[in-house]
């Protein structure tokens, strides 16, 4: 069957297109969670080899660099005894299950973000298929999707976002959008540009009242790519959805723990307000606009 003819039948059977997307988008969701631990942990390697490099002095220095850390290797083990996990141990979801949330060797519980984040992307795929339908758009949404799923986990996790992620997504939703699949590509360019400048100037006006930063540059590198993605006319109501979002969990963290938490990462609201707007925005606006007439 050539791919033509696969894309007319899919498009014919679109609950059977929703299921292969959903499983397919479990399958991405395991990947994810090798790069929201280990891509982190490469980069520090990365920066501990290049500080070695610029301080080492003698030949034990030399002998002594760190070593790299990929995304690929060593295969998928389990991080306190470090046995290889089995292919059928890996089956997102059902592995966990299987394993009744513990290693087979060692018996140390593993974490349940594991499952959360495959049955997370697995869902959110066959999401955005049913609501963009069988169409390219849906198809690039995709990558959009399990790019953000990595960055907010990242984020969560370290308070980082990195270049690595935010800078390809920014590229990729430009090169997109050249073919006007979600918008014109002026305004996916002007997205990218007001997405950057929106969150630099508020990063830079705080920094001069107050003297600290209250984000990363990462924020505006992550709205640039919504931005070039989304088109400039998005952008504001990303912002509000993420600005919202970040208030409740902040509010709900008051209230459940009687006190503020720490920094909170903007990153994960970010990406949450980007795919409400892709999946709803145009509801959204109705909605709000309703309010107000």
Known sequence: MSLQALWFFLQQQPNLAILIVGIFSLLVGSFLNVVIYRLPRAMQAQW???????????????????????LLWPPSHCPVCQAHIKPWHNIPVLGYLLLRGRCAQCHNPIGLRYPLVEALTGLSGAYMVWQLGITPAALVSLLLLYTLVALAFIDLDHHLLPDQLTLPLLWLGLICNSQ????????????????????????????????????????????????????????????LLAALSGLLVALGQKLTRGAAAGVLPFGPYLALGGLLVLWHGEFIWYWYGSLWG
């Open 48 to 70: 501990q080899r290049e500080a070695h490099d610029l301080l080492a002095t003698t030949e034990a220095d030399l002998a002594a660099k760190p070593a790299a850390i990929s």
């Open 180 to 239: 006007g699949l979600l918008v014109s590509l002026p305004d996916a360019m002007w997205g990218a540009v007001a997405g950057y400048l929106c969150l630099w100037s508020v990063y830079w006006l705080f920094r001069l009242l107050t003297g600290r930063e209250g984000m990363g540059y990462g924020d505006f590198k992550l709205l640039a790519a919504l931005g070039a993605w989304l088109g400039w006319q998005a952008l504001p109501l990303v912002l």
